[in-house]
């Protein structure tokens, strides 16, 4: 009996699986039916293990010049989005979903009767993303009375757990928003605890610059590399970088470029 197992490829051209090739006879079938042979490091495994640093890093720096017209077309922001500007830079990585200054007026009515809305019934929270999407907004007004407004919303959701709320008030009071003194170590507090309860990608994300830092906390390169990863597990582009960059120069974890 022959059998292959098949394996796809990765960017280094290695199979997952190597092919194996057995021969049963009637008289060792009811034996190797009972019997897996004792697994072995498949050929591509071994290969990897016996690279080093500097040859792995050649390889996946090949893999990835290779797919730098994909990786130019997919960072090329929408110009349609309200985080953008003409040069498509982001003005803020995240809330992503900050109203334009002309939806603001509706959305602050909106606010007003949302319990009343048939979204309200199917959804309780309703009410409170449309209220965290205002104070989103009005905290980047230049006026600073509209920032003090936007700060006492998102502070009125953040004391009620609402997740995105905990963070953007950190991120405020930790930039000094609406005329306050910047206060990291109050920030660091609701950074901590939106990670521990919710496992917020940016909470986890700002949590990390605070330790790599050292502001608001005290400075710890491996927690911050470590707070890094999980926010880059979920995809958090700036996570992303910051892990990458702290894997290059070896900061707070082995190098591994």
């Avoid at 990765?10 to 199979?15: A, K, L």
């Avoid at 897996?36 to 010049?65: D, M």
């Avoid at 003090?148 to 405020?172: N, Q, T």
């Amino acid at each position: 009996l022959s059998m292959r197992p098949q394996g796809s490829a990765d960017s280094s051209g290695c199979t997952g699986e190597s092919q194996r090739y057995l021969r049963v006879t009637p008289a060792s079938y009811y034996l190797f039916s009972i019997w897996q042979p004792p697994s072995r490091p498949t050929l591509c495994e071994e290969s990897k293990q016996a690279e080093t640093e500097s040859q792995r890093f050649e390889r996946t720096l090949k893999y990835h010049r290779s797919q730098i017209a994909a990786y130019r077309k997919n960072w090329e922001y929408n110009p349609d989005s309200n985080a953008t500007t003409s040069t498509k830079t982001p003005s803020r990585s995240w809330p992503d979903n900050v109203p334009s200054d002309n939806e603001l007026p509706w959305l602050i009515e909106d606010v007003k009767y949302c319990a009343r809305s048939p979204n309200f019934r199917s959804d309780k929270d309703y009410c409170s993303q449309l209220s965290f999407r205002v104070a989103s907004a009005l905290v980047v007004q230049f006026n600073e009375t509209e920032q003090k407004r936007g700060l006492e919303i998102l502070k009125s959701l953040a004391e009620k757990g609402h997740p995105d709320a905990m963070v953007y008030y950190g991120m405020c009071l930790n930039d000094g928003r609406a005329g306050l003194d910047p206060a990291s170590d109050v920030a660091v507090s609701w950074f901590k605890r939106c990670s521990d309860m919710y496992e917020h990608p940016q909470a986890q994300y700002e949590l990390g610059v605070a330790f790599y830092t050292g502001e608001g906390v005290a400075e710890d390169e491996e927690e911050a590399v470590r707070l890094f990863e999980l926010a880059a597990e979920q995809s958090h582009p700036a996570a992303c970088y910051m892990l990458g960059d702290c894997l290059l120069d070896g900061i707070g974890v082995e190098m591994d470029r």
